[in-house]
């Protein structure tokens, strides 16, 4: 069964960091892209950044380009968004989901082609 589960989320001060977790289980992530997507009250969900398995490329919101790193863990099939410099802005619910990205590019991140989905998990920065 093929599932992803973020962890990593919680109440942090503007200007600190957090690091994000999304465990896979049942992919081989050479054949998926995973993407961090993320929605704020009120808003709708956007792209934060995403990794494409096939090729290792990486892309990243503009909002959050220089501050946001995304890596993996071969050996642990896990994704991690490291998050430095958060704004308030930034606060949301932050969701990881999984593509099958034969030949795929995930920087337009475009909802619907996710399958897979997280329940996501809180981020809160705040004073």
């Known amino acids: 069964q093929l599932q992803v589960e973020e962890s990593g989320g919680g109440l942090v001060q503007p200007g600190g960091s957090l690091r994000l977790s999304c465990a896979t289980s049942?992919?081989?992530?050479?054949?998926?892209?995973i993407g961090w997507f993320r929605q704020a009250p009120g808003k709708e969900r956007e792209g934060v950044s995403c990794?494409?398995?096939?090729?290792?490329?990486?892309d990243y919101a503009d909002s959050v380009k220089g501050r946001f790193t995304i890596s993996r863990d071969n050996a642990k099939n896990t994704i991690y968004l490291q998050m430095n410099s958060l704004k308030p802005e930034n606060t949301a619910v932050y969701y990881c989901?999984?593509?099958?990205?034969?030949?795929?590019?995930?920087?337009?991140?475009?909802?619907?082609?996710?399958?897979?989905w997280g329940q996501g998990t809180q981020v809160t920065v705040s004073s």
């Open positions: 989901a999984a593509v099958l990205a034969l030949h795929y590019s995930c920087s337009d991140y475009v909802i619907d082609d996710y399958e897979w």
């Open positions: 049942g992919f081989t992530l050479k054949y998926y892209a």
């Open positions: 990794f494409t398995g096939s090729d290792g490329s990486t």
